[in-house]
């Protein structure tokens, strides 16, 4: 059964290759339709599985559409193992590999002979490629390969070197530059009695290795070469049952020249500098995501004089896992070898640290050295060119400190390629760097429904706040997946979160804290500071603030910990100043690290300067609130500036609470931010009250009054305006007492008691003196009241008066409203809707 719809075969080719695993939405969506899905496809996605569901039902009755279940947070496709060729074709090559290692040729080569007997054609060619797929097909074409290699080599182990010759003239056409088919067709050629013929195959190869890559073939080739041109008599002995070199990890079925005998470069005497060797940690089957910095990573490496790539981030970004997946990926390019190292010491898993002559050591032992090593660093490096012949190989070095600890690899080893891990890149070390972020949101979903491993995945809602409570950090999103149950609701408390995290997961917080704990104490006390600073981006003047330094000072700190890989840095854009951003968990980290070293004092003292600056930063656009550039970063910003109203009334800084709250009241109620705008002001007003500030009472029982009164809820806004009232008149406020007064006018207004509201609005008028802002607003009732009572002549006046003071105010928001509403009386049917900027009063009805 093949769909004839290309989407609806993407979404079943998805589903095979992770049969009896959860596909999840986003997974399908990316792979269907990549980076720009359209509005609908969700909705189309369902479609496509609801026509697959009667497909399957079609080729199986009993049985077909009951294999397609839905599965929070995707879909699963449930088959017997045996009935999946992919599946099937893995088992038989891992059987073969077996075999292969305990020298069973004949069953080796059987067995590889039926995997790749399953194989018709390319895996996938039929169905377009997403991410999932793409991945896929690259990975099994690459095991297929291995198959083939390891169904020759043992094959030349048997002898059949004759019927060897034209598939394998064929498969170097196919592999023009895997070295290992060639030196298969040169052993075949030789041993079957046509040594010209292989040394011509050699000169072939060199010559477009030269010519392409301005390299010559590896030490091994070039070995079985002069062996070949030397008539070396062992080389026509098949092995039989002798030995090969033994290679470790994904590669370890692939030698140098298979079939050898005794005395060869593949027998038991073998020189160790023919070893292939991959000492990679095991695949990380959680790994999603990253196709990009994979990209690049491979592009670096791959660039003329690119030996050294760095990979820098702060800790828990994931740089090992990429390191890992990318060094997996790259074992064609790299036949000498695969090999990680980890150089820095672990406590938690009870691993010491490793230097730059330790690494060598190490690369040595891998690559055959035995018995004492030269204590001379000099002829340890020589030992391992040696050993490792010129060969290509990758090193990974993950978690360097030092330019010292890659120098002397670097040295022994011209021929290879080092990808470094660090937090921060090591002065004096030369190298190409490529920063790592935290996934993008999809992937931070992906990653922690993956790492559930189909246990109770949380919804695609679910999963995206705990993503965002994690601050899409992957070592934090590791660890929230093995909560049981794995909700946001046991994440939610900030001061708990990291406690949490560590229960379920022990090590945790080691993990996080190893940055923190690098740094001298100066950049401790500096980073436990920037914990003060509310959630998101912030800039040099807010560092400034909680550091006690000028803006200079305060970038320079930062830089180091950016360094340290304790803060990232987001480069500037056209217009912007460059940010910086601590991850919510680093955050966290930051403040609890605060609570237990720093003095009350210092911390009351750097919050009231942070409280001062967010307050500057608050009045400086405060009558640009119109502009579309000024509204959207404080709309951005408007959870911090709340964050701080709140740390100022916790840390008792009443004055800067009220403060705050104060020049924070324009953004809320532009924004309609109801609930922020009551929680501030409730604060700020508690705040007012323990200073005994009667204005300050008056002004935010006002502003809550209008809070109240835009939501309708009438009743609350006719107390809220008469506190307000009592506690202006009482503090001799004519100001308040006019905007108050101005408020319950619009209330009696709004229930028709039209003789009520202008009793209110002549004194309201007088009190506002020559305050615009209070003129504004009384004036803008009369007009209401005018338009009511059907003087239209009178509301045009009184609303040619409110553009006037809008205009003094310089207030485009207020002066638009008064234009709407003058041209408004000029329409045929002049209405009184609008009854504030942004507020319509809606009518039921007739």
């Not at 497909?55 to 496709?77: H, I, K, S, W």
């Not at 010209?196 to 010559?216: C, K, P, S, T």
């Not at 070039?222 to 049952?241: F, S, V």
């Not at 040099?540 to 830089?559: C, H, N, P, Q, Y």
């Amino acid at each position: 059964m093949t769909p004839r719809a290309a989407k609806i075969r993407v979404v079943l080719a998805a589903l095979l290759v992770r049969a009896n695993e959860i596909v999840s939405v986003d997974t399908l969506i990316d792979e269907l339709w990549g980076e720009e899905p359209p509005r609908t496809a969700t909705t189309t996605l369902q479609v496509y599985v609801s026509q697959l569901r009667k497909l399957l039902d079609e080729a199986d009755a009993e049985y077909g559409r009951d294999a397609l279940v839905t599965r929070a947070p995707g879909y699963e496709l449930r088959l017997d193992p045996a009935q999946l060729d992919l599946t099937v074709f893995q088992e038989l090559y891992e059987r073969g590999q077996e075999r292969m290692e305990r020298r069973e040729y004949e069953a080796a080569s059987r067995l590889q002979r039926q995997a790749l007997a399953l194989w018709r054609g390319p895996l996938l060619s039929d169905t377009p490629h997403g991410p999932l797929l793409d991945g896929t097909a690259v990975r099994m074409t690459e095991v297929r390969t291995a198959a083939l290699e390891q169904r020759i080599r043992a094959d030349l182990h048997l002898g059949r070197q004759q019927a060897l010759i034209g598939e394998l003239q064929s498969v170097v056409a196919e592999f023009p530059l895997r070295e290992e088919f060639f030196a298969h067709l040169m052993v075949a050629l030789y041993r079957s009695g046509r040594q010209a013929d292989a040394l011509q195959v050699f000169a072939r190869l060199r010559r477009g290795l030269v010519e392409e890559l301005g390299i010559d073939p590896g030490l091994e080739l070039q070995t079985l070469h002069r062996q070949i041109l030397a008539g070396d008599p062992e080389l026509l002995r098949p092995a039989g049952h002798g030995g090969t070199v033994e290679v470790s990890g994904a590669d370890r079925a692939r030698g140098p020249v298979p079939g050898a005998g005794p005395g060869t470069p593949d027998g038991p005497d073998a020189p160790a500098a023919h070893r292939s060797v991959v000492e990679l940690p095991a695949a990380d089957q959680l790994f999603t995501g990253r196709e990009e910095e994979l990209g690049a990573l491979a592009a670096l490496l791959a660039a003329p004089g690119g030996r050294v790539v760095v990979l820098g981030g702060q800790v828990g970004v994931g740089k090992t896992a990429l390191a890992t997946e990318a060094a997996h990926r790259a074992g064609e390019r790299f036949p000498g070898g695969r090999v990680l190292l980890r150089m820095r010491p672990d406590a938690h898993e009870g691993r010491e640290g490793m230097d730059g002559p330790a690494a060598v050591a190490r690369i040595a032992r891998l690559y055959g050295a035995e018995g004492a090593l030269p204590g001379d660093a000099r002829e340890l490096r020589d030992l391992l060119r040696g050993l490792t012949g010129g060969r290509r190989l990758l090193v990974v070095l993950d978690s360097v400190d030092r330019a010292d600890q890659v120098e002397p690899l670097a040295e022994a080893l011209p021929e290879a390629r080092f990808l470094v891990t660090c937090r921060r890149v090591p002065p004096g070390l030369d190298g190409r760097v490529l920063l790592l972020d935290v996934p993008a949101p999809r992937d931070a979903r992906r990653l922690l429904v993956a790492a559930r491993r189909g246990a109770g995945a949380p919804d695609e809602a679910e999963a995206t706040e705990i993503a965002e409570l994690c601050g899409q950090l992957p070592l934090a999103l590791r660890a929230a997946a093995r909560a049981e149950p794995c909700a946001a609701a046991r994440f939610r408390g900030a001061p708990g979160r990291l406690a949490e995290l560590d229960a379920v997961n022990p090590g945790f917080l080691d993990r996080l804290g190893t940055a923190y704990e690098d740094v001298d104490s100066t950049r401790q006390r500096e980073f436990r500071l920037l914990g003060l600073l509310p959630e998101g981006p912030f800039g040099a003047e807010s560092a400034a603030a909680v550091l006690g330094t000028d803006a200079a000072g305060a970038r320079a700190a930062v830089a180091e910990l950016v360094a340290a890989g304790l803060v990232r840095e987001e480069l500037p854009s056209a217009g912007r100043p460059a940010y910086y951003r601590l991850s919510e968990p680093l955050r966290l980290l930051a403040a609890d690290r605060l609570a237990a070293h720093e003095p009350a004092d210092s911390v009351r003292t750097a919050t009231g300067r942070l409280c001062a600056t967010y307050e500057e930063a608050l009045r400086e656009v405060a009558g640009q609130v119109d502009g579309a550039h000024s509204l959207e970063w404080l709309a951005r910003q408007r959870p911090a500036f709340v964050t701080m109203v709140r740390q100022a009334a916790r840390s008792g800084l009443w004055e800067q609470t009220v403060r705050l709250t104060d020049a924070l009241t324009g953004l809320l109620e532009t924004l309609a931010a109801w609930d922020d705008w009551e929680s501030c002001h409730r604060l700020a007003l508690d705040a007012a009250h323990r200073l005994g500030d009667l204005p300050a009472q008056a002004r935010l029982l006002r502003s809550l009054g209008d809070r109240a009164w835009q939501r309708r809820e009438l009743p609350a806004a006719g107390e809220l305006y008469e506190r307000a009232l009592l506690a202006a008149d009482i503090a001799s406020d004519l100001l308040e007492r006019s905007r108050a007064l101005t408020g319950l006018a619009d209330l009696r207004l709004d229930a028709g008691a039209v003789d009520g509201a202008a009793a209110l609005l002549s004194p309201a008028l007088d009190a506002a003196a020559q305050d615009p802002r209070a003129r504004f607003e009384a004036l803008r009732v009369m007009g209401l009241l005018a338009v009511e009572c059907g003087r239209p002549a009178t509301a045009e006046e009184h609303f040619g008066q409110c553009l006037s003071e809008a205009v003094v105010l310089g207030d485009a928001r207020l002066e638009s409203y008064a234009r709407r509403r003058l041209a408004a009386l000029r329409a045929p049917a002049p209405d009184c809707s609008e009854v504030r900027p942004g507020v319509w009063r809606l009518r039921p009805a007739a």
